[in-house]
Every structure is written in C-alpha cells, then in structure tokens.
Antibody
Framework: QVQVVESGGGVVQPGRSLRLSCAASGFTFSGNGMHWVRQAPGKGLEWVAAIWYDGSSQYYADSVRGRFTISRDNSKNTLYLQMNSLRAEDTAVYYC??????????WGQGTLVTVSS | EIVLTQSPATLSLSPGERATLSCRASQSVSSYLAWYQQKPGQPPTLLIYDASNRATGIPARFSGSGSGTDFTLTISSLEPEDFAVYYCQQRSSWPWTFGQGTKVEIK
C-alpha cells in the first residue's frame, strides 16, 4: 500500500535551518510529482512546494520562495524540504503529499516544526 | 496567485440535511479544482478532483460541480461522520492555493 512518512521536525530558533524528509513506499516514486503542504496550529491548509517526478522543475508558495528548497532522491524514494531562515510564522505541521495517483492522493501524518527562541 | 474564497465559514446543520458549500476563485481555474475533508488530528482526505470526479472510496452523497470561477460541493444527506472542515484547492496554476475552509458543524 502507498505510504509516505515525514520526519525531521522539531524546535528550532528563528533564523536557523531545518531539513524535513519524506520516505515513500508502495508506488513508483520516480514516476510521480510530490508536494509539501503545511498547517499552522488551529489554521487552514497552505500549499508550500512541489517538484516534478524527475526533479527537473520546482514550484513554491510566495511565502517560502527563496528560503525553502524542495528536492528528491529517486534512488532512495525520498523527498526533502530544506528550510532556511526560519520564522515564527513557519511554525506548522508539514505534510508530504503525493501527486494524484489514479483517483487518489496520499498524505503522511505530518511532522511538527516549531520556530521559537 | 489565485485566491479561493469559501463560503460560508461555518455551516450548522443536522444529520440528514443537505449541505451546500461554495468556493469562488479570483480568476478562472477551468475545472482544476479539488475538495478535501479534514477531521481533527488527521491529514486531509481527497473527496473530489477536477471539479466533479469523486476520489477512490468516497460515498456518492458527495458531489462536486462548477467550472471557471464558481464551484460547489454538495453533501446530499449528512451522516454523523461528515461533520468536519472542508477545503477547496486550485491546481490550475502555480502556486497552487487552498481556500480558507468551511466548517460543517452539528446544529
């Protein structure tokens, strides 16, 4: 079955960096685009970034462009989100999401990032 | 960036009633609109994609309609498990964006 599992969250000081990982299994990772979506505590969903199946193109929300970098390693079936210059407003649960596969997409359980001094 | 506006913010209904949720885009998204359901403490679940196609395993009481800038999610008869927050998402152009959500609560 399709599974995506995020890791790497934690507490980090403002201005510092953090890298999230997403381990994928149960589908052809190298054939599918992937996304990161976040949700601040008690707030709505915010799409963050996307990457094509082969890593050739990346797209970002205006709020993270220039600070975050999405990447992937298809040999390891792993998606990454490098987050630099973190701000308090980046505090959120970060979800890894597959591109739609047939009639469904798949979300992980999320990893919490807290930016606080 | 395309802005999605959902209305109402909160919908108070009883089980068995019909729910009608609206999503309006600031510019045309053609039919590239999805609907998600989210329950507390859980990741969202895809309900509808491409405006009117039900995702795998989604009951027929959920239906989506619309194109261009105006979209509707209809729940024909609310079941107890349908009380949740619903989000629309456009996939027409980058960056993808979500609406702010509609909470369907028990009256």
């Amino acid at each position: 079955q399709v599974q995506v599992v995020e890791s790497g969250g934690g507490v980090v000081q403002p201005g510092r960096s953090l890298r999230l990982s997403c381990a994928a299994s149960g589908f052809t990772f190298s054939g599918n685009g992937m996304h990161w979506v976040r949700q601040a505590p008690g707030k709505g969903l915010e799409w963050v970034a996307a990457i094509w199946y082969d890593g050739s193109s990346q797209y970002y929300a205006d709020s993270v462009r220039g600070r975050f970098t999405i990447s992937r390693d298809n040999s390891k079936n792993t998606l990454y989100l490098q987050m630099n210059s973190l701000r308090a407003e980046d505090t959120a649960v970060y979800y890894c999401v597959t591109q739609r596969i047939s009639d469904q997409d798949y979300w992980g359980q999320g990893t919490l990032v807290t930016v606080s001094s | 960036e395309i802005v999605l506006t959902q209305s109402p913010a909160t919908l108070s209904l009883s089980p068995g009633e019909r729910a009608t949720l609206s999503c309006r885009a600031s510019q045309s998204v053609s039919s590239y609109l999805a609907w998600y359901q989210q329950k507390p403490g859980q990741p969202p679940t895809l309900l509808i994609y491409d405006a009117s196609n039900r995702a795998t395993g989604i009951p027929a009481r959920f239906s989506g309609s619309g194109s261009g800038t105006d979209f509707t999610l209809t729940i024909s008869s609310l079941e107890p498990e349908d009380f949740a927050v619903y989000y629309c998402q456009q996939r027409s152009s980058w960056p993808w964006t979500f609406g702010q959500g509609t909470k369907v609560e028990i009256k």
